[in-house]
Nanobody, 120 residues
Framework: QVQLVESGGGLVQAGDSLRLSCAASGLTFSSYAMGWFRQAPGKERDFIAAIDWIAFRTSYTDSVKGRFTISRDNAKNTVYLQMNSLKPEDTADYYC?????????????WGQGTQVTVSS
């Protein structure tokens, strides 16, 4: 059974940093590209960042470029999202997901999400 478990969310102030983690089990982690998404209240879930199988390529949505960094540790079956200079508009539920393809096709597995709230 594949499981993706996010952690690291919380309540922070604008300008603070958080690091989200996503621990994977039940799959060959190094065979999957990983992505982070977020969903704000009343809005659709949006792509934030993705990383390929060996952390050679990454991709970010424009609104987080220069502030967020995606990384992975295949030895620990974990993907991370370092979030710096957080803004109130970053408030959302954050999800990690696994895909066989990097930036192509759909994501096969999803985590349950972790909440991030940024106060002004």
């Amino acid at each position: 059974q594949v499981q993706l478990v996010e952690s690291g969310g919380g309540l922070v102030q604008a300008g603070d940093s958080l690091r989200l983690s996503c621990a994977a089990s039940g799959l060959t982690f190094s065979s999957y590209a990983m992505g982070w998404f977020r969903q704000a209240p009343g809005k659709e879930r949006d792509f934030i960042a993705a990383i390929d199988w060996i952390a050679f390529r990454t991709s970010y949505t424009d609104s987080v470029k220069g502030r967020f960094t995606i990384s992975r540790d295949n030895a620990k079956n974990t993907v991370y999202l370092q979030m710096n200079s957080l803004k109130p508009e970053d408030t959302a539920d954050y999800y990690c997901a696994a895909s066989r393809l990097f930036l192509r096709g759909t994501y096969d597995y999803w985590g349950q999400g972790t909440q991030v709230t940024v106060s002004s």
